[in-house]
Each structure stands twice: as structure tokens, then as C-alpha cells.
């Protein structure tokens, strides 16, 4: 299998076998999440409370995970267009830069966040009954996320070559681990909270070195000595695609520190509680739709560098289609299911009666959220960093924010439910924006090919 394939195999059968390893992947890193949570709020005595303070942590963890987007999801659009190109070599040396850099972000990233512990805890909404096991959470974690930096930068090395199944192992591993390691420590080990970090340490480092056995292996790009270095030339174009998810997951940083600090304040833990779960049941019923919008990227990318635009077309209709499908699906059942799925997550407790219609009212919107996010991610793959980074940018600090601060103040008699509508809101402006940039990118493209022929 090489990367010829992206630009001659059938558009249906590629998209499949390009997206199905990746929507696994995703369904694997989400998964592990969830269970990782259910076990957590499921702790004798503390459990509801515990998964409070793991969602104080969240905002925190989603920072480094804005740095894995920065390093990681840039590569397949950048190394696409370079291999689509007959440039071999350049992206040898891209892997090495990119290797190196890595290491370097992860370094920094686990000493900057052992230094301000306890300063981001408060930050992100710790109140005195959740602070020390969120820091303790995040002490024993932040390794093993440090480490999610350089596994997510070596995957799409993988997938771009069209080992999308090696690509999918890299991250399965550590997943498969975590979610073995998570009820031994936590329950048979007595660990609690601290239990459940020590597992995602322990998962995230295993997956790490699983990558760079994996690329040493397979594909015609490898781990090179002479060529791990620093060379901005190689580096910045990877990072100029990659600040804008980057951008998006800092943002949604910010907007988690202030829905913890307008929650906290307007209903105490348990809005705290209800927003962490709204948030992990966002990102894990989006899993579709994320490996379908990365796994698609190298055929746009790569199509794109080779001039075909059909070929590009036709993948960018595929993706929008299962998109709408899968997100309307999940609108439907989560109006109707939603009390059962809020007690499989969090059990029964206090915080079920006030989450259940605010984990409502979040999904009311969600096959708009999903269809700009895949589009979003379709612009990335046509090489517009600069784009997508001022969409994201403007989603967070334009409009969700500032419904934040609005919508409470308009209704007074439910005031945090004004928290849990900014999203809503604010999706449907940025997904009708973005949608219309979409299609008038890809027309402008259409016509540059007529005019060619």
C-alpha cells in the first residue's frame, strides 16, 4: 500500500478505507474517556464529586491536547500536498524536524504544568471540596498527556502513506491499556482518582513508543538521526496548519474556564459537574465525524496537490453527507434518551435531576456543530491555515463568550441555563458561515480547473 492509492483508487471505497480506521480510533480515544469518567463518578463515597474535579481538569488536559493538534493535525494536509507532489525526501525531513520539535513542546509542557498546578486549578473553577483531587489527578496524568504529543504528531506519518490500520494501532494500544489499567487501579488497587491518572500515564507513554517502533517498521518514511533537528523550514508549515485546531482547543479552553467560573458561581458543583459531562458526551458522540473529516484530509490534500479536483469534490460530498446523517441521528436520541444516558454516566445522585434538561438543551443544535466542524476541517486540508484559525478564533472569543456573559443576564430566572445555550447559539452562526465559505472555495476551484481544460 502506498500513497498512490489516494489519487487513483475509487473515491467510495478510499473514503472507507481511509476514514472507517480513523472513526475507530476516535471511537477508542473517546471511549476510554468515557469509561474513564464512569469509573471515576462510580467511586464509593466520592464518585459524583470526583468526576467533578476530573472536569475541572478537563480545561487543563484540553491544553495539551491543543499542543498534540498543533504538532499532529497539520501533518497530513502538509505531507499530503509534498508526497502528492513526488517530494520524498522533503517529507523524510519534515518527520525529522517534526520529531524533534515534539519532544521539545512535550518537555516544556509537563514542566510548566508541574510549576502552575495548583494555579490552574483555581483558574479553571477548583472549589475547596474538588481542588486536591483534581491536583492530584493532574500531577500523576500530565506526563502521559505530555507523551499524546509526540504519538499524535508520528500517527499521521502513517495515515498519510495510507497505513491508516498502523496509523489506528498507534492510538489503540494506549487506549486498550488505559481501559485494562483503569478499574485495577482505581477499585482492586484502592487508588481512587489518582488511580485512573496513573493509568492514562502509564497508556499515553506505551502509545508514544508504540508510534515510534510502528514507523520503523512500515511505510517508506522513517525516524532518521541525521535529520532530527530543528529546521523551521520543515517545521512551520506543519505548524501554520496546525495553530488553527490549535487555536479552536485553546478557545474551547477558555470558554471551559468560563463556564466553570459562571457556573460555579451560579449553581455551586453540580453545574460545574453537569457542564464536564456535557462536554464528554459532545466529544464522544462527535467521534464519526471526526475520523471521517481527518481520515478524509490526505485525499483532499493530496488530490488537490495532483490537480484532480473531481476526485476532491466527490470526497467532500461523501464526508458532508455521513456527517448530516450520523448528527441528526444522534439529535433524535438524545432527546429522547437523555436521563438514561446521564445515569450510565454519572449514576444516581443529586446532580442527575439538574443535568438531565441542561444535557438536553445542549444537543438541540448538534448536526449543525458537526457539519461546520467537518467542513472546517475540509478547509484546513485545502491548505487555508489561515481560514480555519480565524474561525475558530472568532467562534470562541467573538460569539460564544460573549453569550456567555449575555444570555444569563436575559433570563434572569434561569440564568444558568443561559450558560448551556451560548453553544447552540453560537454554533449555528459559525456553521452557516463556515458552510458558505466552504462552497464558494471549492466553486472558485472548480472554475481554475474548467478554465484549465
Not at 475507530?24 to 459524583?48: E, K, Y
Not at 500536498?81 to 519534515?94: F, K, N, V
Not at 457556573?263 to 466529544?283: E, F, P, R
Amino acid at each position: 500500500m502506498t500513497d498512490q492509492r489516494l489519487g487513483t483508487e475509487p473515491i467510495r471505497r478510499l473514503f472507507v478505507s481511509m476514514t472507517v480506521p480513523v472513526v475507530l480510533q476516535q471511537l477508542l480515544m473517546l471511549l476510554n474517556n468515557v469509561v474513564d469518567r464512569i469509573w471515576i463518578a462510580h467511586i464509593p463515597d466520592v464518585g459524583q464529586l470526583a468526576f467533578t474535579a476530573s472536569g475541572v481538569c478537563v480545561p487543563i488536559v484540553y491544553m495539551i491536547i491543543a499542543l498534540a493538534e498543533l504538532t499532529g493535525t497539520g501533518i497530513s494536509s502538509r505531507v499530503g500536498l509534498i508526497l502528492g507532489q513526488g517530494h520524498h525526501h522533503q517529507a523524510e525531513r519534515t518527520l525529522g524536524s517534526m520529531m524533534a520539535f515534539s519532544i521539545l513542546l512535550a518537555i516544556l509542557t509537563l514542566l510548566l504544568v508541574e510549576v502552575f498546578c495548583p494555579e490552574l486549578i483555581r483558574i479553571f473553577g477548583g472549589s475547596p471540596q474538588t481542588a486536591a483531587m483534581a491536583e492530584c489527578y493532574l500531577r500523576i496524568s500530565t506526563p502521559g498527556n505530555a507523551a499524546c504529543i509526540i504519538s499524535s504528531m508520528l500517527a499521521p506519518f502513517l495515515l498519510v502513506q495510507g497505513y491508516s490500520n498502523e496509523a489506528l494501532f498507534v492510538i489503540g494500544s494506549g487506549i486498550v491499556i488505559n481501559m485494562i489499567l483503569d478499574p485495577i487501579f482505581i477499585f482492586l488497587f484502592g487508588w481512587g482518582i489518582a488511580g485512573a491518572a496513573w493509568a492514562t500515564t502509564v497508556a499515553e507513554v506505551t502509545s508514544a513508543v508504540v508510534a515510534i517502533v510502528m514507523l520503523a517498521r512500515v511505510g517508506n518514511l522513517r525516524i532518521r538521526m541525521k535529520l532530527l533537528s530543528l529546521d523551521w523550514r520543515h517545521i512551520v508549515p506543519c505548524l501554520a496548519l496546525g495553530t488553527a485546531p490549535m487555536a479552536m482547543m485553546l478557545a474551547e479552553t477558555a470558554q471551559m474556564g468560563v463556564y466553570n467560573q459562571t457556573l460555579y458561581h451560579l449553581a455551586g458543583d453540580w453545574g460545574v459537574g453537569t457542564m464536564a459531562l456535557v462536554i464528554m458526551l459532545h466529544d464522544f458522540l462527535f467521534f464519526p465525524v471526526r475520523g471521517m473529516a481527518y481520515g478524509s484530509q490526505p485525499i483532499t490534500s493530496y488530490n488537490l496537490g495532483a490537480g484532480k479536483w473531481q476526485r476532491v469534490w466527490d470526497n467532500v460530498k461523501l464526508l458532508l453527507a455521513f456527517t448530516l446523517v450520523w448528527s441528526m441521528m444522534v439529535c433524535l436520541l438524545m432527546m429522547i434518551l437523555t436521563e438514561p444516558v446521564v445515569r450510565l454516566v454519572v449514576g444516581d445522585g443529586p446532580m442527575v435531576d439538574y443535568a438531565v434538561p441542561m444535557v438536553r438543551l445542549s444537543f438541540v443544535v448538534f448536526f449543525v456543530a458537526t457539519v461546520q466542524f467537518a467542513s472546517q476541517c475540509t478547509l484546513q486540508a485545502m491548505n487555508r491555515p489561515v481560514l480555519t484559525f480565524w474561525i475558530g478564533i472568532s467562534r470562541t472569543l467573538l460569539l460564544l463568550v460573549p453569550f456567555v456573559w449575555l444570555l444569563p443576564r436575559l433570563l434572569t430566572d434561569h440564568a444558568d441555563m443561559g450558560v448551556f445555550l451560548a453553544q447552540p447559539a453560537t454554533d449555528v452562526v459559525v456553521g452557516t458561515v463556515t458552510v458558505i465559505i466552504l462552497f464558494k472555495l471549492l466553486q472558485n476551484y472548480k472554475n481554475i480547473q474548467n478554465n484549465k481544460v
